[in-house]
């Protein structure tokens, strides 16, 4: 697990997909997916910080 | 308070990179992080305000990843195909001492290509081939953000001059006149700052030889260029005048031989200069063409804290010009390149995949950096961080706001990156200030654009770029050690001028 969350493919498609649930969130609009992708977004950047 | 908390997530990403000696991409998710913490916590933005700015950030971070990736990309295919070595073989060529060399490379070759794509593209382009000629990565990386930088309030065929106009509101080119006064000092000190790079202060008193009169005929070529309302062209002639009249003062001093063969492989000189010139055709082409109406942008709502910080709704954010973007050009010049070494026979399926696999390596750690970097200056940005930030310090400064104007145009591009959002932050609120100190708004306007342009090195981005082209990934701090101190120079040199114009001899260039 700590091998594939260190992976910058891996990160870097989890960033695209985020980007894609906020963008269809705020167009929608679909708070719920906005929230979800905000705390994907957050655990991305905590993992990042942290491994 | 407030001003506190807004001030976090810059000192972390400063503490991080420059004290903790982290990597970018760690100094950046700890960064947004913070600034996350921070705007819901303390600046009343809700979950659906995150969603926005950190939508924002991701759509601007694709915006400046398409050139990354197209720049690794067309710099690969040069490289993997040879036509690299035929370039530095033929400069050293022309231009057989060194310092001239990396004086003319970083500070007016890079200035020109800034003038016609910029958004990276010279820092992409000539870091490597400084490195291929000998000179030291570190080195490289730094010349040529320093040396770049005064021509980025002008470069990319103007965006960031239209950008100060449309948030000033001001006329075009009364600011363009107060901002080629601006840049020639900028110029100057890039110049001047690049030769430091090079070899300390031996190098500068060299270098004066060749940087006071490159720069008087710049200066004089651009204030020209604006009176003739050519606004696109501003930098890319200045920096072609300013290249020209380094080049003869070289050929007088050092009268070299004449060049009687150019060197080539199975490449001539002119097929290996073909993407470059391809990118220049395409750039120049596309806008005449007026192909404007293909492209891909994003569009967000209105927002408003709960502490009543607005933010207007955006139609066409991070607008992606398919003829127009230096992306697109990038590949296409790439594409073209790839056709003709078929075409004489050079080409094979295996060097193509090397390139794949280089551009990718490359690229995808300096991507996953950019998403977070860019995020936290708009959750900064959005929150309303940013404002509190500038508006805490121009009640501190009072009467000599105008000597320290030019820190705001540096923190907008170091937050940023980009000379262009830089003026979106601080643009307004620079003429804002201007006018309440009954002083000058055009020449306050034109200090701001500049002094951007001035603290685009310290762009995390722009950085990024640098450490991809050069092979120094995970060492971004060491460039920002180099750049740091000649970037602050510049800025305070730039706020004594402002001050001197606005507060001593109370100077009207607007009329």
Request: proline content about 4%; glycine content about 8%; hydrophobic content about 55%.
């Amino acid at each position: 697990m700590r091998k594939l969350l260190s992976n910058q493919k891996v990160i870097f498609g989890l960033v695209l997909a985020v980007f894609l649930a906020l963008y269809a969130s705020v167009t929608i609009p679909a708070p719920q997916l906005g929230f979800a992708g905000v705390i994907a977004f957050v655990s991305i950047a905590l993992t990042q910080a942290l491994l | 308070m407030l001003t506190i908390f807004s001030l976090l997530p810059l000192v972390t990403l400063l503490v991080s990179l420059l004290i903790l000696k982290q990597s970018a991409s760690k100094s950046g998710a700890m960064s947004i992080l913070v600034a996350i913490v921070c705007a819901y916590a303390v600046f009343g933005m809700d979950v659906h305000g995150l969603s926005i700015a950190i939508g924002k950030g991701l759509s601007l971070a694709i915006y400046v990843l398409l050139i990354i990736w197209s720049a690794v990309f067309l710099y690969h295919v040069v490289h993997e195909f040879g036509a690299i070595d035929v370039i530095n073989r033929n400069i050293v060529l022309f231009i057989k001492d060194p310092f001239v060399q990396f004086l003319l490379l970083s500070w007016l070759f890079a200035s020109i290509l800034q003038g016609i794509s910029g958004f990276g593209v010279p820092v992409i382009i000539v870091v490597p081939i400084l490195i291929q000629l000998g000179f030291d990565p570190l080195k490289s990386v730094a010349a040529v953000l320093l040396g770049h930088s005064w021509a980025v309030s002008f470069g990319s065929m103007g965006s960031s001059y239209f950008t100060i106009t449309l948030v000033t509101g001001l006329d075009q080119q009364r600011i363009g006149y107060a901002m080629v006064v601006f840049d020639c000092i900028a110029m100057l000190m890039t110049g001047l700052a690049v030769a430091y790079v090079y070899g300390g202060f031996s190098s500068v008193r060299k270098a004066l030889f060749y940087v006071i009169p490159s720069t008087a005929v710049t200066t004089a070529v651009m204030m020209l260029v604006v009176h003739l309302d050519l606004v696109s062209l501003v930098a890319l002639m200045g920096a072609l005048s300013g290249f020209l009249t380094m080049y003869l003062l070289y050929r007088l001093r050092e009268k070299p031989e004449r060049v009687e063969k150019l060197y080539r492989s199975e490449l001539s000189f002119a097929d290996a200069l073909l993407p470059y010139g391809v990118i220049i055709v395409l750039s120049l082409l596309f806008p005449v063409l007026r192909l404007d109406r293909f492209f891909l942008s994003f569009s967000f709502p209105e927002y408003t804290t709960s502490l009543g910080h607005f933010v207007q709704a955006e139609g066409a954010y991070a607008k992606i010009k398919w003829f127009g973007h230096p992306g697109p050009i990038s590949l296409l010049a790439a594409f073209i390149a790839l056709m003709r070494y078929r075409q004489i026979g050079i080409y094979s399926k295996d060097k193509l995949d090397t390139v794949k696999t280089q551009t990718v390596r490359k690229s995808i750690g300096t991507s996953v950096t950019l998403f977070f970097l860019i995020s936290m200056a708009l959750v900064m940005m959005d929150s309303g961080m940013t404002a509190e930030l500038a508006t805490s310090v121009a009640m501190l400064t009072g009467g000599v706001f105008p000597l320290l104007a030019p820190y705001f145009g540096v923190l907008g591009s170091f937050i940023t990156g980009s000379n262009t959002n830089s003026n979106v932050i601080f643009g307004e609120f620079q003429v804002s200030v201007a006018e309440s100190l009954g002083v000058d708004p055009y020449i306050m306007a034109a200090l701001q654009s500049i002094a951007g342009s001035a603290g685009v090195p310290l762009g995390p981005t722009n950085i990024l770029m640098g450490a991809s082209a050069s092979g120094l990934a995970g060492n971004e701090s060491g460039i920002y050690a180099k750049v740091l101190k000649p970037v602050l120079l510049t800025a305070a040199v730039l706020g004594v001028a402002n001050y001197l114009m606005l507060s001593i001899w109370h100077m009207h260039i607007g009329g």
